[in-house]
């Protein structure tokens, strides 16, 4: 099976533009997570969507936002960019067998806002 | 905010070595998990370890965890050079709940 892939790799961006990512998880999975990645902060949760709802949000502000499309492909959106979100944006998918939530996570995609 | 924090921050060893870990987190978990991320790059899952678990091991890992003191440790057995990475603890609350809270990272060099 093919693993996570997100579009683009890498991004450019000024202060005020908006941003989507786009992430196409592991055939069959469901579960999408997208996570932020800064030296300072770590790795954050963002947001989990299943079956196109998003079942989980983190402490972001409403900037950033989501969907899941019926194949189970995802998209992370961004609104009026700020300095701070330069950063790494993983995605991740789960097949929620087995009673366990492994994430299978994709090779980011590095945003810097300039 | 962070769940996990880590400990060291950073840790070189010589290839063959062992090497060790540790994790402390803080509220009541269903699972924790440990995670490389090779610089820059998206992360890899190594092991799973349920809350009524103590000990687990896959191949050169093994990992432990002590819902008592809410810690866990990893150890890395006959280190190589492609050890070299970054190394997360994640917790999970529940089962359903996808949300995984992840260490702040163990950062681990093997000097060949």
């Known amino acids: 099976k093919a693993g996570v892939t997100q579009t683009p790799r890498y991004l450019i961006k000024t202060r005020g533009q908006q941003v989507t990512l786009s992430c196409s998880p592991i055939?069959?999975?469901?579960?999408v997570s997208w996570y932020q990645q800064t030296p300072g902060q770590g790795l954050q949760f963002l947001f989990e969507?299943?079956?196109?709802?998003?079942?989980n949000k983190g402490n972001f502000p409403g900037r950033f936002s989501g969907r899941q499309f019926s194949n189970s492909r995802s998209e992370m959106n961004v609104s009026t960019l700020e300095l701070g979100d330069s950063a790494l944006y993983l995605c991740a998918s789960s097949d929620l067998t087995g009673a366990k939530n492994i994430q299978y996570f994709g090779a980011g995609t590095r945003l810097s806002v300039l | 905010s962070q769940q996990g924090e880590e400990d060291p921050q950073a840790l070189s060893i010589q290839e063959g070595e062992n090497a060790t870990m540790n994790c402390s987190y803080k509220?009541?978990?269903?699972?924790l998990q440990w995670y490389r991320q090779n610089s820059g790059r998206g992360l890899v899952h190594l092991i799973l370890?349920?809350?009524?678990?103590r000990e687990k091991h896959s191949g050169r890992l093994r990992v432990t965890l002590d819902t008592s003191k809410k810690s866990s440790s990893l150890l890395i057995t006959a280190s190589r050079a492609a050890d070299t990475a970054s190394y997360f603890c994640a917790t999970a609350f529940n089962f359903g709940n996808e949300k995984l809270t992840f260490g702040t990272g163990t950062r681990l060099t093997i000097i060949p």
């Open positions: 969507y299943f079956s196109e709802t998003q079942r």
């Open positions: 055939s069959g999975h469901r579960s």
């Open positions: 370890i349920r809350s009524n678990e």
């Open positions: 509220t009541s978990i269903n699972n």
